[in-house]
């Protein structure tokens, strides 16, 4: 911790192993440690607060000279739905909604997660010094990789900034409670009478499959755009694939061409006989 590591998760981890040797402590015992402090939660729970904090530890300790090096195999995590991205007229839909509830800031908070990846934790915490609107920029500041990260704005998103009166040293959104976005978004979806959507379906996850989807966009793009470090994360995690098999079934049929009546397979067959002549 005091070289930079994370401690959110630490206590029931210390708590397990009181009185151990981290020397002595196996892979299998952190699935253990794991199971034990974690007996209902999902498996990718027990993968982020359990196993990545107790293996970062032991490696920490090992960079140290006290122990070898550990991997532990982490849990399975099955694929989740739970989060989908929303397309175009349902993003409309929720700013007209919003709008009409003259709720300017709420609009463009979500607006701002749609088209920069940023998480709500981000987006709340975006003061009014880190907005640059005539470079067209935002800061976010102290992100979940510890790292600034610079996010670039559309001219829709710039437009809806600019009637915020943005200050230096206040949240340019207004709001500080990342639970309290998601509620009023939940109350804004049904006014709207649409599929009610969580902060991170609306932004992070629609911004994936979003980028992926623009004419010419790569995934080393989409993943600098956005702050993503692993593709693995990227690709199994926010990128949503819209209609694979029809667009890749257009994509051969543009780039075979037109089909000729030549291509087309004889009516007539050829008899063909097999064994000796006579």
């Known amino acids: 911790m005091q070289q930079g590591g994370e401690g959110r998760f630490l206590p029931p981890i210390l708590k397990h192993f009181k009185g151990r040797a981290i020397g002595t402590i196996k892979p299998a015992e952190i ?41 532990v195999k982490m849990f399975d995590v099955p694929k989740s739905n739970k989060h989908k991205p929303v397309d175009r007229k349902w ?23 749609n088209q920069t990846a ?10 009014g010094e880190h907005v640059d609107l005539t470079e067209r920029i935002a800061v976010l500041a102290k992100t979940k990789t510890d790292e600034w990260s610079v996010r670039h704005l559309t001219a829709e998103l710039v437009a809806r900034l600019a009637t915020l009166d943005i200050q230096a040293g206040k949240p340019v959104f207004s709001y500080t409670d990342p639970k309290a976005v998601n509620k009023r ?27 992926m989807t ?26 949503h694939s819209k ?9 051969f049929d543009k780039a075979s061409g037109p089909i000729g009546t030549d291509l087309t397979q004889a009516t007539q067959k050829k008899k063909y006989r097999f064994g000796k002549k006579r």
């Open 31 to 71: 699935r253990g440690m794991a199971l034990a402090i974690f007996p209902k939660a999902s498996p990718a729970t027990r993968n982020r607060q359990a196993i990545i904090p107790a293996r970062a530890v032991v490696n920490h300790a090992h960079d140290l000279g006290w122990c070898g090096p550990m991997k």
């Open 91 to 113: 993003l409309d839909a929720f700013l007209a909604q919003a709008d009409a509830d003259k709720l300017w800031h709420l609009s463009a908070l979500v607006l701002f997660m």
């Open 185 to 211: 978004m939940a109350a804004v979806c049904k006014r709207a009478g649409i599929e009610k959507r969580t902060t991170h379906s609306a932004g992070r996850h629609s911004f994936g499959t979003n980028a």
């Open 243 to 251: 209609d694979a098999g029809r667009s890749l079934a257009e994509k």
């Open 118 to 127: 940023a998480r709500v934790s981000e987006a709340v915490n975006l003061m």
């Open 214 to 239: 623009i004419p010419g966009a790569d995934i080393k793009t989409a993943m600098d755009a956005g702050g993503w470090r692993s593709a693995k994360l990227f690709l199994e995690t926010y990128v």
